[in-house]
């Protein structure tokens, strides 16, 4: 699996961006970069994923790194509800084989926003 | 639309025991997966299972066990509880077993074992 580094904690102010690091220098790659956040007490839910280009959605935005060994997550106006643990996963690429359909998690980043 | 639903949200057992958590994926999902979160950490993968067979195990060992029914409703059964295994155990369901296919969480079940 590859493995990911990203900051432990992050602060934001209220209506401010947030860019989340992630570096995942051991990427293969096929593997896709998805990023999940896990909010107080609830299970993890998806926010975005990408495999080359950038990303965006109605929650966030993903640059990814033209060599692919780190990607942000971008929240381009972060509210109090976006307090979270945001986790950085790469994987389940077609040439991995063994781990279609798995979420390998690491410690992720807890985010702070502030009113 | 329904989410994914576990049950039971809070259970409380002694070393030794057994325990059986379960969960409902959404409607349509073939796949689900089980986790483990151990407090202050990220989910572990213990299992997948798509179309009622087993398609992946994670690094646990054998006192887990899981199934899927044909309704594609999953079990997960924990023997000889540790203190250890006190942790909130998490189902995922998928539309089918590719990875780049989104996991939707369940709320967890949140298990202490005394």
């Known amino acids: 699996d590859a493995k990911t580094t990203q900051p432990n904690s992050m602060e934001s102010n209220e209506e401010e961006p947030v860019h989340l690091p992630c570096n995942h220098s051991t990427i293969s790659g096929t593997d896709y970069i998805h990023w999940y956040r896990q909010l107080p007490s609830q299970g993890p839910e998806y926010v975005i994923h990408?495999?080359?280009s950038n990303v965006n959605n109605r929650m966030a935005s993903l640059a990814i790194a033209e060599d692919r060994k780190s990607s942000t997550l971008i929240l381009h106006r972060a509210t109090l509800r976006d307090a979270a643990v945001y986790y950085c996963?790469?994987?389940?690429?077609?040439?991995?084989?063994?781990?279609?359909?798995?979420?390998?998690f690491g410690r992720g980043t807890q985010l702070t926003v502030w009113p | 639309d329904a989410g994914v639903t576990q049950s039971p949200t809070h259970l409380i057992k002694t070393r030794g025991q057994h325990v059986t958590l379960r969960c409902s994926p959404i409607s349509g999902h073939k796949s689900v997966s089980w986790y483990q979160q151990v407090l202050g950490q990220g989910p572990q993968f213990i299992f997948q299972y798509y179309e009622k067979e087993e398609r992946g195990r994670g690094n646990f060992p054998d006192r887990f066990s899981a199934r899927q029914f044909p309704n594609y409703s999953s079990e997960l059964n924990v023997n000889a509880l540790l203190l250890g295994d006190s942790a909130l155990y998490l189902c995922?369901?998928?539309?089918?077993?590719?990875?780049?296919?989104?996991?939707?969480f369940g709320p967890g079940t949140r298990l202490l074992v005394l």
């Open positions: 995922a369901s998928s539309l089918d077993s590719w990875s780049q296919e989104t996991q939707y």
């Open positions: 990408g495999l080359t």
């Open positions: 996963i790469p994987g389940g690429g077609p040439d991995r084989g063994s781990t279609l359909g798995r979420l390998y």
